[in-house]
C-alpha cells in the first residue's frame, strides 16, 4: 500500500473512535469533569464556575476529583426551559379562574 492509502485508513480509524467514544459517552451514568464540560458544551473555565458557585449538581466522594450524573445535568439543562407563549397565556388563564 502506499502512503496515501495509510492515511486514509488511519484517517478513517479515528473517526470510528470518535464516534465511539461519543457513543459511551453518551450512555455513560457517571461523567468525569471533562466529559461533563464536553456534553454541556460549555468550557473548562465556565463549569469551574459554575461548580465553585454551586450552580450545577455535582459530586466530589473523595474532596478532590469531580464527577457529574448524566440525568442530573440533563434534568438541570431542561429546568431552565422557557415556556411558550401560548403556555403562559395558558397559566394566566387558569390563575385567573
Same mark, same amino acid.
Request: glycine share 4%; aromatic share 10%; charged share 25%.
Given at each position: /500500500?502506499? @502512503?496515501?492509502?495509510?492515511?486514509?485508513?488511519? *484517517?478513517?480509524?479515528?473517526?470510528?473512535?470518535?464516534?465511539?467514544?461519543?457513543?459511551?459517552? @453518551? &450512555?455513560?451514568?457517571?461523567?468525569?469533569?471533562?466529559?461533563?464540560?464536553?456534553?454541556?458544551?460549555?468550557?473548562?473555565?465556565?463549569?469551574?464556575? /459554575? &461548580?465553585?458557585?454551586?450552580?450545577? $449538581?455535582?459530586?466530589? $466522594?473523595?474532596?478532590? %476529583?469531580?464527577?457529574?450524573? %448524566?440525568? !442530573?445535568?440533563? @434534568?438541570?439543562?431542561?429546568?431552565?426551559?422557557?415556556? &411558550? *407563549?401560548?403556555?403562559?397565556?395558558? @397559566?394566566?388563564?387558569? !390563575?385567573?379562574?
Amino acid at each position: /500500500m502506499d @502512503q496515501t492509502a495509510w492515511e486514509l485508513i488511519v *484517517n478513517k480509524l479515528a473517526a470510528l473512535e470518535a464516534k465511539l467514544d461519543n457513543l459511551v459517552q @453518551q &450512555t455513560q451514568e457517571v461523567l468525569s469533569f471533562k466529559e461533563a464540560y464536553q456534553f454541556l458544551g460549555v468550557s473548562e473555565s465556565q463549569l469551574y464556575k /459554575m &461548580t465553585s458557585k454551586r450552580i450545577i $449538581p455535582f459530586s466530589k $466522594p473523595a474532596g478532590k %476529583r469531580i464527577y457529574f450524573d %448524566r440525568r !442530573h445535568l440533563v @434534568q438541570w439543562m431542561l429546568g431552565r426551559s422557557k415556556k &411558550t *407563549n401560548k403556555q403562559l397565556q395558558s @397559566q394566566a388563564i387558569e !390563575h385567573l379562574k
